[in-house]
């Protein structure tokens, strides 16, 4: 079987990186953590890896707004190995912070690669950071991440996660398109205002892919549920700790998808 | 090309919410403000750099503005046309004041290729429409947009911003006569340089002076003021003592000794591993790792600076465990407030206080903002409203770290290099220590203005990044926080043994023109030190560059005993270390307590009190506190098993929160804490243990050992030169001891806070109760035991455990009825812990589906908690309850307050086996679990006393504290 090599970029300020090695590991990646200064040096670094993690954080503080330094620091020292990773048919996945910096690069929705910066994600409606759980039902069949139909359960934890688009047009392109990959839904699978869409989002989008559906951003946190424990009423619930969790499904799937393509 | 000042503004796009200033908005109108009718904000950015205009578009288009929801203009924006009237604010920082913003736009212009950037400045911008008068103008400057202690604001549109520029600072060596001065002259040096010491210790001073035959110079007396600072040797709670307590004469000759830390002595826990030696007790997790806690406070700063104080205050205390052993890794905050009542009117706010519900709010924000950036979770914490904390807000801040059980101790030597890591030294934070230690005035905003640190939670994160890779790799061989005190407690108390010099200009400061003096006991944040071995130093050196943390030699260990400081070659200070931590004179005190003589509450005897359990459950200390815990991430780490809220609508307020620190193992961590100042005011002997009974409850209730529990104590009090508030104290300290002995629970760390006092500009005084926290952290064998607090399944049987008394002196039913007096709950020394026990046990062979304690509100209020966490309801009746035999009336076991009780939810199934093992113990069954969505309790005459719909009782405890 092949072995899939992912790698979780570390930055100043980001703070989700071990757990995120932890949940690519146990959906049987082989995992590094590698500093953003060491790809700044050598961004041939990159070629060693099929998946490329942007974890949450804070990175750089969110300063400016989030995300911006991070995907300012990529498009001036990395843009070119990006897009030599993603012509090679690999994963990027960025969580919360990463897809505030994905988002930032106009990586994402990119449009077929035109990297106009199309959308934001800037402060929630409500004004605040909130750690809650939301469901989401996917938005499309194209994402390589998600179980097409599979509505899940995961916790949110940011301040400035509502996405907004530039325009009409935007919003049009990304809903014909298949670019929504995660909608913020209630329990039976209906839109509805706070709480259910919890930070304002247009349309309730809470991730979005890319044309290639390789590329996968999304504001909740997989990575802090990849254990039953982790559900906020686990102790509510008959546990089969056999399946798998909502969490280690986009995880697995990834690792799926590189041992089926590479 | 020419260097030129830049000048940038970003506003949200037409049809993009102006959160900001709607937010601003909404604080005006909360200070009392009508007239202003909008606030656009603007954030503006000062740019010296060299490049043209066309780059100055790419800067604004590409870094500083979001394409989608800001736009940008380069130059000033004008007033908005129109009839309004408007008002332009700008808000700098005072010069000098770290701007981390700014530090970030510098980094990614060069990573945009610019080379020449001679400085970067942001400020927020305020156009304020409305008619508004000068004062309301001021008012809003004030208690709304800026902090008077570390922002200035810049009033219209062609107002200059504050010059960057600092001069630079020339030696020149202070010395302060001290040999020949009276009494008078000396109370009179330590008044002028803000020392904080008193007479006699200034004369112990002076003898020193007089015996090496010269004079001190400024940084040397500056050293001995931090080191001997209350906030440093807490030289109150380790005097002798002189007691009288109700007529019975006590003498402690140390009164922390003989009884916090005699009772850890005593019980002689294999499992502790280090205890009040450290930044943070050490107690064992499993056979590799170990633990350590550590809770501080940061009282002072938070009353002038909310946000900036208690951001501070936490990222103060996660470098205990940082700074602990070889340093822990942090994984976990707690926090815990005492706040004056947020509908305070704003009248009623003395002089130079700020009003409580700015206070909390900001608190909240800075505890959030530094925490949540750590990537650290929030897990556990609690808030308390009296209105005698208005001007003394206590801000408790801790934090929990795992340390490998092989680098839990530290080894500096003689010849290892002492190295300064982190953040820069600013003019921040001077004389923190001493200020912390003393009373504030209505003067103190301006006074102390420099007291106030700055954060930076990206530095300290980026440093910890390094610091736990430079451990691993055992570049280093101790470690310690700068906290109170700045590098002179740091350097001072790690080489108290051996000796060190220190070169002062070596120091890397945030800008010039710092003394050698405030360079040294400057508190500026996120700064640690570390002893290098020679050898070592290149390869450490290189780790931190690796990841730009800075990383600096400023001097060495030597074997002189001696304390020496120099300032470009010239020596500037030098003083004995052990008269620098052995010279300070022990104190002997007078302490009296006196049991108030209050009659007994008494209440009306009604037929519903359904009307008193919602009043108490809209109460703000029993109230949800789920405004202030969902803006913490509690989650980040991956670790959380209990978290604050759970229950079938994640609203239940758990008992205590359980982390899994290691991903490949089951043992978990749990944490909790117990406090009640209510109790305090009548029996403080009483309060503590309560305190001390509650925090063991909350872990028992969630699944945590019994045998594995450990203590931690933070004592907040007033002036305690005042022998009957000293009295008060000295009966806390004397419960503790008590305590932890029946619970066999030993106290692993402590802080004290006192002079929590207030002067009004009319000369009155306000002291906060006193306030004993109690945290406990204790040891979960296996995690998918936990058992949270929201009822499970209708059909069940509720259990209540331990005996119910009269006892509702301090409680809420008191409060609501405006009673003072009475009985306090006790502690049943030998019983409490039995129940704790056989309940852990109980737990841990999976009897139990729910659990919660009765704390405040009694009863009834547990009962109403449980049911509306779990969308089930309850019939409960009083038959079953185990009680006193004075504490008959419904009012009485519905509201009291008694310690020691748990709440059970048990199956049928379960139900031999539950009853079995509490046998002997007071217990009983008091109802079941039920479908239909009601509270229902029928009191020992059948009588219907609390009938009342879930969503009415959740409602109205969820309501109060939705601040928006």
Known sequence: MTTVHAVVLRAAGINCDLETQHALELAGAAVQRIHINRLKENPALLDGFQILVLPGGFSYGDDVAAGKILANQILHHLRDAMRTFLEKGKLILGICNGFQVLIKTGLLPGFNGSGQTSFTLTDNDSGRFEDRWVYLQPGTNRCVFLDPGRRIYLPIAHGEGKLAAKDAAALEQVRQGGYAAFRYVDAAGNPGPFPINPNGSVDDIAALTDSTGRILGLMPHPERFVRWTQHPHWTRLKINEQEPTDGMMIFTNAVRYIREHF | ?964
């Open chain 2, 1 to 964: 090309m020419t260097v030129k000042l830049w000048r940038f503004e970003v506003s949200s796009r037409p049809g993009f919410r102006d959160v900001h200033g709607q937010a601003v908005l909404a604080d005006i109108r909360e200070c009392g403000v009508s007239s202003v009718q909008e606030v656009i904000f603007a954030k503006v950015y000062l740019i010296e750099a060299d490049f043209d205009e066309a780059f100055a578009r790419r800067v604004g288009q590409e870094l500083l503005c979001d394409p989608v929801c800001q736009e940008f203009l380069i130059g000033r924006s004008t007033v908005p046309a129109g009839p309004m009237p408007a008002c332009i604010l700008e808000v700098h920082l005072k010069s000098g004041v770290t701007d981390p913003v700014a530090e970030s736009v510098l980094s990614a212009l060069r990573d945009m290729g610019v080379r020449t950037v001679e400085h970067v400045r942001t400020a927020r911008k305020y156009i304020l429409l409305g008619a508004l008068t000068e004062k309301d103008r001021d008012r809003i400057i004030r208690r709304v947009l800026a902090n008077d202690c570390i922002e200035e604001v810049v009033i219209g549109s062609d107002a200059e911003p504050p010059s960057p520029h600092t001069r630079p600072y020339e030696l020149r060596l202070i010395e302060l006569p001290i040999r020949n001065l009276d009494e008078e002259g000396l109370v009179r040096l330590s008044r002028e340089r803000d020392l904080f010491l008193n007479l006699r210790e200034m004369q112990t001073i002076q003898e020193y002076y007089r015996r090496i035959g010269r004079e001190p110079t400024d940084i040397e007396l500056e050293t001995l003021a931090q080191t001997w600072s209350e906030h440093c040797v807490h030289k109150t709670l380790k005097s002798s003592v002189e007691f009288e307590c109700d007529g019975q004469v006590f003498h402690f000759s140390n009164l922390l000794k003989e009884t916090v830390f005699k009772a850890t002595q005593e019980l002689g826990k294999p499992w502790c591993i280090s205890v009040f030696s450290d930044n943070a007790g050490v107690i064992e997790f499993d056979e590799e790792t170990a633990v350590c806690f550590k809770v501080e406070t940061h009282n002072h700063p938070s009353a002038l600076d909310p946000y900036g104080g208690a951001a501070t205050g936490i990222g103060g205390v996660i470098r205990d465990p940082m700074g602990t052993g070889l340093g822990a890794k942090p994984i976990a905050n707690t926090d815990v407030f005492c706040f004056g009542l947020p509908n305070t009117p704003h009248d009623r706010v003395p002089k130079g206080v700020l009003h409580p519900r700015r206070v909390l709010k900001g608190v909240v924000a800075g505890v959030r903002d530094y925490g949540n950036r750590m990537g650290i979770p929030t897990v556990n914490g609690a808030v308390y409203f009296d209105n005698r904390y208005i001007a003394n807000p206590l801000v408790f801040c801790g934090n929990v770290g795992l340390i490998p059980r092989d680098k839990c101790f530290k080894h500096p030597q003689t010849g290892h290099l002492i190295v300064v890591v982190g953040g820069r030294t600013g003019r921040d934070g001077i004389h923190g220590a001493t200020f912390s230690s003393g009373e504030m005035t209505h003067q103190h905003e301006e006074i102390f203005s420099h007291a106030v640190q700055i954060g930076n939670a990206i530095t300290e994160k980026k440093m910890l990044d390094t610091l736990l890779q430079a451990r691993d790799a055992g570049l280093y061989e101790a470690i310690t926080d700068c906290g109170a005190g700045g590098l002179s407690s740091a350097v001072g108390e790690m080489g108290a043994e051996l000796g060190a010099e220190v070169d002062l200009e070596k120091v890397p400061l945030k800008y010039q023109g710092l003394s050698y003096t405030e360079i040294w006991i400057s508190e500026a944040q996120e700064r640690m030190v570390i002893a290098v071995k020679p050898e070592n130093l290149e390869a450490i050196l290189k780790l931190f560059a690796a990841e730009d943390v800075e990383a600096t030699v400023i001097g060495r260990f030597t074997d002189d005993k001696k304390l020496t400081l120099r300032y470009n070659g010239v020596q500037v200070g030098q003083l004995e270390m052990n008269f620098l931590h052995e010279g300070i004179c022990k104190y002997s005190r007078k302490a009296v307590w006196r049991t108030p003589c209050l009659p007994e509450p008494h209440f009306p005897s009604k037929e519903s009190y359904t009307e008193d359990l919602l009043a108490i459950l809209s109460s703000y200390n029993v109230a949800s506190k789920e405004w202030i815990i969902r803006q913490y991430d509690h989650e980040v780490q991956g670790g959380s098993v209990i978290k604050p809220l759970m229950g079938a609508a994640n609203d239940g307020p758990s008992d205590a929160a359980v982390i899994r620190p290691k991903y490949y193992s089951n043992r978990g961590i749990a944490i909790a804490c117990g406090m009640n100042p209510c109790y305090g005011d009548l029996d403080p002997y009483q309060m503590a243990l309560s305190g001390i009974d509650e925090a063991v409850r909350n872990l028992i209730c969630v699944g945590a050992r019994f045998d594995r529990i450990a203590l931690l104590d933070n004592f907040c009090w007033g002036d305690c030169s005042r022998p009957q508030t000293f009295g008060s104290l000295v009966r806390a300290a004397q419960a503790c001891y008590d305590g932890a002995k029946a619970f066999e629970a030993p106290f692993i760390s402590g802080k004290d806070s006192l002079n929590n006092e207030f002067v009004c500009e009319d000369g009155t005084r306000i002291i906060i109760p006193p306030t004993l926290l109690i945290s406990a952290v204790g040891i979960v064998e296996d995690i998918r035991k936990c058992v949270t607090m929201d009822l499970k399944e209708p059909g069940n049987f509720l259990f209540l455990v331990g005996l119910t008394r009269k006892e509702l002196g301090g409680s809420h039913l008191s409060r609501l009825y405006g009673q003072t007096g009475g009985t306090v709950p006790t502690v049943d020394l030998h019983l409490a812990p039995q129940i704790a026990q056989r309940l852990s046990e109980a737990i841990a062979d999976g009897l139990v589906r729910s659990c919660h304690d009765c704390s405040e509100g009694g009863l009834a209020a547990a009962l109403a908690e449980m049911a509306f966490a779990g969308g089930l309801g309850i019939q409960a009746d009083l038959r079953g309850l185990p009680v006193s035999q004075d504490c008959q009336t419904a009012a009485e076991q519905l509201f009291s307050e008694s310690n020691s009780r748990y709440l059970v939810e048990v199956t049928p199934a379960c139900y031999h086996a539950f009853a079995k093992r509490m046998l002997n113990l007071p217990f009983g069954q008091i109802g079941e679990v039920v479908e239909q969505p009601r509270l229902q309790i029928r009191d020992a005459h059948q009588r219907l006393v609390i009938d009342a719909d879930l969503d009415a009782l959740k409602a109205a405890w969820k309501t109060p504290l939705s601040l928006g």
